[in-house]
């Protein structure tokens, strides 16, 4: 499933309703107070203009009273080297096409304060009329207090528990009373003379837009000192501005590091103003239970074995729990057929609505059980705090292939869909990661390739155990861990040719153990399954109708036979009709270049379908056996298992199976991938350098895989 989110407008844009930007670092909870206080009121698209996505979200107050919730992307700081530090400076300012918000939600988490006060000095610098939330106060072991945090900051403090729901009605009517009487913050960072000298100066380069109060102005300075430079991909910096950020940092590069000073003063400020009275600078998490489990899940042997028998359970679960779904699924597309079929006059409407939009939309659909179950299981690993333990894992491989640790995040998303992954890639500072990442995402087994991987794994492979976990699972682990693999050797070549560049290091933090938010899961799941469906209904749809009508005329001409000949005639009449058609003569001219795959005009057509979504390859495959076939009924793993060659031999066996899995697993057959990749890179260079080495190297290894299956006698 590939789709990019439209952009959702902004439900202010006369000023109607008062909007709130909610910021925070990642991990601190700050979407599950989103989705807590809007409920199913959310809203997700893109950031205008740009392609980092949000979500909006409306929160009631009372009467017809609401006020309108954005969760900006997750950052550490606003310095503006990544897109999300980016969005959140202009999310939280009203800077460029920006309209400014009525208010800031800051999240802090109580068990990391002093580094989470370190965004919230930086936005009380630039005077964004503030509230406070200080989240997952139950993590630690001496919660600080909301009145201290209040002091320093000069706004009101609000203590929280967003997965228990405690203390959000203290803060809906914080929010309420905030948005009435925005509160100003007070912080008062002292900063060396010789800097703040040259940011006074710097403070009349600024846009007169702007423009503020002394205190805001200082901090725009600042932000822009720290944020411009020669190798900066900041858009709307005006010239002029630009041109006197860097004459400064020259000025000052000789007398201090502006970097250093800047973050050991406001370090300094938050433990001498807020800590200092305690017997620690640093709030104790309670952690012993997360140490003792991390024993294990980092070790460097035992945590890749906990890793690959989580994801054995996890693809064991998905067929186990969704085969009675997805039959029931198959059941009543077949009886939604059959009655179509029998109440529709015959004819080509008829045909169209049975095979083009019921067979051909249903055989992807029948697949929504196990993309649910998947997006649910992976949603509970992500928030119990697994997956970091995972990018740790995996940190020390992906520096050997050249990849940064921050790269597994993005990678990880390409389970679910490669065009969110891409845009995922924004969150690291360096172009050249980002690009490399970028070349290797769509390598992963994205949830549009389960449909295919499901259906010939069903179809062409026996349900037998080994070692009481059945093949099927056995196979669809392997096709991940194989996508994951090549993933990996792909950056490790790249990165030493086509997008060379230095290595750094991975610096994280690794969340305490949680149990899971069960309502913040399913609400993502409803998400990304409706954004499914949405997608089988309009994409899948369209191209199902498009490959039907390639796949019905031309009509052949009606042939006169005697009587003696008609019956032996009567089985050979559709096979001709369908590589008469259009889609056929398509399959029939790209057989040459497949065969040798083990592929078939049929396979053929299917792939030729596949390039607008890969999932619309099932939907292809159940239009080539459907176009005629009095038997829609039949599910199409029944039909492609009964499929024979002239001789009565299977016509595709379990090698030629696994080798359309490779192809598939390999193949950039997927137009929303490359249009995001232009989108991103601005220019068709690298798309279609990926189109061709993603290409190519799927023909060649399904090549090896076919040709030496047939050579090993397993043909």
Not at 43 to 64: A, H, W
Not at 403 to 427: D, E, K, N, Q, Y
Not at 695 to 710: E, H, K, M, P, R
Request: proline letters at 6%.
């Amino acid at each position: 499933m590939n789709s990019v989110q439209s952009t959702v407008p902004d439900n202010n844009a006369e000023g109607a309703t008062p909007r709130i930007a909610i910021i925070g670092n990642p991990n601190v909870g700050k979407s599950t107070i989103f989705n807590r206080l809007t409920g199913a009121s959310v809203k997700v698209g893109n950031y205008p203009g740009v392609t980092v996505e949000r979500s909006v979200g409306r929160l009631d107050i009372g009467g017809t009273e609401a006020l309108s919730l954005i969760d900006v992307p997750g950052t550490y700081s606003l310095s503006a080297r990544s897109a999300e530090e980016q969005i959140a400076i202009q999310e939280a300012l009203g800077l460029g096409d920006f309209p400014a918000p009525d208010l800031v939600l800051v999240v802090l988490d109580a068990g990391q304060l002093t580094r989470n006060l370190y965004l919230a000095v930086q936005l009380a610098e630039l005077r964004a009329p503030m509230v406070v939330a200080l989240n997952m106060v139950d993590e630690a072991l001496e919660a600080p207090s909301p009145e201290a945090v209040s002091q320093l900051l000069g706004v009101p403090c609000v203590g929280t528990n967003a997965r228990s729901g405690s203390g959000l009605d203290e803060l809906r009517d914080a929010l309420r009373a905030a948005v009435e009487h925005p509160p100003r913050p007070t912080t008062e960072v002292r900063y060396p003379a010789k800097l703040m000298a040259v940011i006074d100066r710097l403070v009349e380069a600024l846009p007169e837009a702007w423009r503020g109060s002394v205190e805001r102005d200082r901090g725009l300075a600042l932000w822009t000192l720290l944020s411009v430079d020669k190798n900066d991909e900041l858009e709307n910096i005006p010239s002029t501005l630009r041109r006197a950020s860097l004459n400064a940092y020259t000025e000052l590069e000789p007398v201090l590091d502006v970097d250093e000073v800047v973050i050991e003063t406001r370090y300094r400020y938050i433990e001498e103003q807020l800590l200092a009275g305690r017997s620690s600078s640093k709030t104790e998490i309670k952690r012993p239970f997360s140490e003792r489990i991390d024993r294990i899940a980092l070790h460097p042997l035992f945590g890749f074995a906990l890793f690959v028998a989580v994801m054995l359970l996890l693809f064991q679960t998905l067929f186990a729990w969704s085969d009675p779904l997805i039959g029931a699924v198959e059941n009543g597309i077949a009886a939604l057929q059959g009655l179509a079929s029998s109440t529709l006059p015959s004819g080509i409407f008829r045909d169209l609505i049975t095979e083009g939009v019921i067979g051909g939309v249903g055989n992807v659909v029948v697949f929504l059980p196990q993309i649910v179950l998947l997006f649910f299981l992976l949603g509970l690993l992500e928030d119990c705090g697994y997956m970091s333990r995972i990018a740790y894992l995996m940190d020390r491989i992906m520096r050997s292939c050249g990849l940064h640790g921050r790269a597994f995040v993005p990678m990880f998303s390409g389970f679910a869909c490669a065009v969110p992954a891409i845009l995922a890639t924004r969150t690291m500072e360096r172009q050249r990661d980002r690009l490399l990442t970028m070349m290797v995402v769509p390598l992963m087994s994205c949830s549009a390739r389960l449909p295919v991987y499901t259906l010939i794994i069903a179809a062409l492979f026996p349900p037998a155990s080994v070692y009481g976990i059945s093949i099927q699972s056995w196979l669809m682990v392997g096709m991940y861990l194989f996508s994951t693999a090549t993933a990996l050797v792909a950056a490790a070549v790249l990165g030493r040719t086509a997008v060379k560049g230095r290595h750094v290091p991975l610096l994280m933090e690794l969340p305490p153990y949680r149990t899971p938010d069960l309502w913040s899961t399913v609400h993502m799941v409803w998400q990304r399954s409706r954004s499914f469906l949405k997608e089988a209904g309009t994409v899948i749809l369209a191209c199902t109708i498009l490959l039907w009508a390639l796949l019905s005329f031309p009509k052949p001409a009606p042939i006169a036979l005697d009587a003696a000949s008609a019956k032996s005639n009567t089985e050979m009449s559709q096979p001709s009709a369908l590589e008469q058609s259009y889609a056929g003569q398509l399959g029939k001219t790209l057989e040459p270049a497949i065969e040798p795959l083990g592929f078939d005009w049929k396979i053929g057509v299917g792939l030729i379908g596949a390039f607008a979504a890969r999932e619309v390859f099932v939907s292809t495959m159940g239009l080539v056996y459907g176009i005629g076939d009095e038997d829609v009924e039949s599910p199409l793993r029944e039909r492609l298992r009964a499929e024979s060659t002239a001789d009565g031999k299977p016509r595709y066996t379990p090698l030629v199976g696994l080798s359309l899995m490779i192809f598939f697993a390999l193949a950039c057959q997927c137009m929303s991938t490359l249009a995001v990749v232009k989108r991103e890179t601005r220019t068709w260079r690298w798309p279609a350098f990926m189109f061709a080495y993603m290409t190519a190297l799927a023909w060649v290894c399904s090549f090896v895989v076919y040709q030496g299956g047939v050579w090993l006698g397993y043909g």
